[in-house]
């Protein structure tokens, strides 16, 4: 009953309506390089062992703490190395990775007792790096950490929505139970079987198991707001050192045993990846062959675009899949003047999305103009889901001044824009705060770290309120490969938090929120889709945000990698399936 993987969602794979081409005349025979050969198959098959995985990115890791990180590349490289869960997505090019497939547990569970009911049974011989088993109470203790709200600031909730169910468990640190097993809904009968009890079915329950935030973690190594300085390797490999915000070393976990992992490769020896180097810096290295993958996959900058595209040696060894994430503009809903609906329209009205996407790269390498806040490889996406028309990507003047004056602000008014100060995301709030200039909205910048952008500055509502963010540039993808995995977070009122809140425009409608309870209890696809429609129709009426594209991001590989293909879960190149050639 797990929500199913409908058909919608195979279309990342060819671009989603894009109007570019991914089956591009570029590509060369099947398994060998070729522009976007990664996006429908697999680059230089091989199983060779050994080498250094080089990596690198610009901005700090949001955290290195499973239950904290909240980042997809994060996600992608920590369930990549040094994080297995219950249940994994299937490591295989197009609609087949979307699949949940079992990695700690021995299979996918079928629930019970009317859908509320999931037991697990964990597979023998599995390990943490100092050889200790990983056992039901792991689990469960990693799950039960979540709700330390005092140390977990960030990373997403819905565990604890879904198994708190009344009790208001406080999480391990305050846990009176004397071996901190104190969350009721989550059993372990014994050492490898482990029992979720929900208080209603959710269809998609089983994606939440998939997720870091879920990862085992034995509590003799807990060191709280610490762990992420040294979690503990339930993967191919361990932290042989972490200097922060600088560089990490992984190496092999000897305590691994590939006979119970059929999800990853573990090919080289050493992982190393660097921190905090400069996006310019980091298109150099790449065209020098001197590292492998910016791990960001967000794209190269504008100005390497062209040595890229132009270049037929060069863009052989490069992709441009659509990710599954939409870039929009998020309008706060109690921030003056914004709490006016007709001042977020005019904002609506004004922008000029053919501007931002220009700024992202273009159509080739930034992305299609977005319509609506579902992306097209979500379920439930509709292109002419388009209330104020945007389609064509050019603001309306008029249109903007008329919303002006209905929000009693004719000549305009003063506001902020908050953004990351990375590349491509400053270059695009710039094109934000020119179109807003033209109807006399005056938006100032204010760009702000990006390891600590979302969780803690637009994440955190009582920042936004005091720093007056009237805007705040944003960029999501999916959770998990449903309706719910993209948008809930995002829209539904109950999900508001203090520190760590995704819905940065703090929306808040009842008829929103009633009919996301009627959504995540279907588990007919094609009816769940129908009512995600819905929510997502409401959603553009309530004018709190602004999507301008639906993402493409042009990264370069380097030549010498193996097995390198894009793997739909995270609109990403699958980093543990990467092995390196001398």
């Not at 009721?184 to 269809?203: E, N």
């Not at 829209?491 to 009627?518: C, F, K, M, T």
């Amino acid at each position: 009953m797990a929500g199913a993987v409908t058909a919608a969602l195979a279309l990342s794979a060819c671009g989603g309506g894009s109007s570019s081409d991914n089956s591009s005349k570029d590509k060369g025979p099947k398994g060998t390089a070729g522009y976007n050969a990664a996006v429908t198959g697999v680059v230089n098959p091989s199983d060779k062992p050994g080498g250094t995985l080089k990596l690198t990115i610009h901005d700090d890791p949001d955290s290195l703490d499973p239950q904290i990180a909240y980042y997809a590349s994060e996600w992608n490289l920590m369930k990549s190395f040094y994080v297995r869960t219950l249940l994994a997505n299937d490591t295989k090019p197009g609609a087949d990775g979307l699949k949940l497939v079992p990695d700690l547990a021995t299979e996918v569970p079928t629930p019970t007792d009317g859908g509320k009911t999931y037991t697990f049974k964990l597979k023998p011989g599995v390990k943490f790096e100092d050889g200790t088993p990983i056992t039901s109470k792991d689990v469960k203790y990693g799950i039960e950490r979540i709700f330390a709200r005092e140390v977990i600031t960030a990373g997403p909730s819905y565990l604890v929505d879904l198994l708190d169910q009344g009790q208001k468990y406080p999480g391990v640190y305050k846990d009176t139970d004397p071996d901190k097993m104190g969350l009721r809904s989550v059993q372990t009968p014994d050492d490898s079987t482990i029992v979720f009890t929900l208080a209603k079915p959710f269809a998609d329950f089983l994606y939440m198991l998939q997720m870091p935030v879920s990862a085992p973690l034995p509590k003799a190594k807990d060191t709280g707001s610490r762990y992420a300085q040294h979690p503990v390797s339930s993967g191919p490999y361990k932290f042989e050192s972490y200097d922060e915000g600088k560089k990490l070393s992984l190496v092999r976990n000897d305590q691994w045993d590939p006979k119970t992992d059929p999800v990853r490769k573990a090919l080289p020896d050493r992982v190393e990846v660097v921190y905090g180097t400069a996006v310019e810096e980091i298109d150099n290295q790449l065209l020098a062959n001197e590292v492998d993958i910016d791990i960001a996959q967000t794209g190269v900058q504008p100005g390497t675009q062209p040595k890229i595209l132009l270049n037929p040696e060069t863009k052989k060894y490069a992709d441009s899949p659509v990710t599954g994430f939409i870039r929009y503009v998020a309008i706060s809903t109690k921030v003056p003047p914004f709490d006016n609906i007709h001042c977020r329209k005019a904002v609506q009205y004004a922008l000029d999305k053919t501007a931002m996407q220009t700024a992202r790269g273009g159509v080739e390498a930034g992305g299609d103009i977005a319509t609506n806040m579902l992306p097209p490889t979500i379920a439930g996406h509709d292109d002419a889901d388009d209330v104020f028309n945007t389609k064509s990507g050019k603001p309306q003047i008029d249109k903007a001044k008329e919303e002006l004056a209905a929000c009693g602000k004719p000549n305009g008014f003063d506001t902020v824009l908050a953004t990351r100060n990375t590349g491509k995301e400053l270059k695009t709030a710039e094109a934000v705060q020119q179109s807003m200039a033209a109807v006399g909205i005056n938006a100032r910048l204010d760009p702000q770290d990006a390891a600590l952008y979302f969780r803690s500055i637009i994440g955190s509502p009582g920042n936004v309120h005091s720093k007056g963010y009237g805007l705040m540039m944003a960029g999501w993808g999916a959770d998990y490969p449903t309706p719910a995995g993209f948008l809930q977070v995002l829209v539904d009122s109950r999900l508001i938090y203090d520190s760590g809140n995704n819905n940065y425009s703090e929306l808040q409608d009842p008829a929103i929120d009633a009919l996301i309870d009627q959504a995540t209890a279907e588990p007919d696809p094609q009816k769940n889709a129908g009512i995600w429609k819905q929510i997502n129709a409401k959603v553009s009426e309530s004018a709190a945000y602004m999507p301008f594209t639906y993402d493409k991001a042009l990264n370069y590989r380097n030549p010498r990698l193996t097995n390198v293909y894009i793997n739909q879960y995270y609109g990403q190149v699958d980093f543990g399936s990467l092995g390196v050639t001398s």
